[in-house]
């Protein structure tokens, strides 16, 4: 039995048990790995398998949390196993299961071979996290055996899948999120053949310490008839359960939260950007179709009369900037020659606005009267067109 860890916050215990001479599991914690295996063969060849699969598991995983590389550390495990076996180390046909958690925080990622298991522990309830590659589970899974017959079953220690036998061996390897406060329970069938999940679970839960726990979990399984060999590993999930990672789940969501906060705040800004551009155009484009529209022109119309136009009568950039505001009854050919000419040129006769307009084309109906009755009318004003400024200029 033994614990280790500054602040107690994992342990692992094993017991030989009360019938077998030798122990063949094994287990290891070194964060943030832990694992646990149960040895098959017999004649000390399932100590060396467990043993063996450990030893390959902690070489071959990387600290750094990576669901991948601990699937292929547990499949070269399995051909460790098997290369062992040839090589005359342990016995041929020696095999182990093996249950492998790498802690990241809250996050787990799990590997899985055989009938040792995984649990969690979380709000008081004991939470298978592994199925058992088992002959009865099979059995349980298929609706043809209770769990409680599971336990008596000629057949209960069957596994149907182990490291060891199947060079082809898959296992289950998976990723699963407990919280911070839950209790990690790894164990071998020494303990949960015996035991039950219920009695399990308020063992953990009452429990001060993991040390407390692993101490109490083997002594339970050695009162329930010590049959096997016992192993258990329990993991408080919280504070101090960084191990070696470099980061931990919630601080790599901090930050991935923050860094898309960032994001999100970068879209904003630039939309804000985009929207104010936009603004700023439709606000001068807008002022700018006021300015031209609240001028105006008068010019000669198809029908040869004075129509008012609003806008500018020069085109800009391919663009109309003009309308008809008005047309009148003035004929252009009844006008002086000179606002004839004026009237009938693209550019008009401008005007600064649709009110100055209007009075212009009541003059120009005045003077088309006059050119009619040939009398002029002495309270209407000529038409002014700016006389020709003399060319000469003074000098003092
Ligand atoms: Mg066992």
Redesign the pocket.
Known sequence: MSARGQREWFAGATDVGLIRSGNE?SWLAEPPLFAVA?GLGGHQAGEVASSIALEVLVEETPATPDINALDQAVQAANLAVMDAAREGKGRSGMGTTLTAVVLDGTRLLVSHVGDSRAYLFHDGELVRVTQDHSMVADMIREGTLTEEEARYHPNRSVITRALGTNPEMLPDTFETVASRGDRLLLS???LHGQVTDPEIADIVRNAASPSDAAKALVSAANDAGGV??VTVIVVDIGETSRGTAATTAAESSARRKEASGQLARTWIARAAWVVAAVSVVAIAWFGFQYWVYSQAFLRVDSQGKVAIYTGVAEDFAGLRLSRLAQPTEVVVEKLPVNLQGKLTSSQGVKQSSLAEARQTVAEYERLASISSSGTVDPTTPTLTEPAPAPSTTTTP
Do not use: I, R
Request: aromatic share 0%; net charge negative; no cysteine.
């Open positions: 599991d149960d071998t069938d020494g096997d060999n």
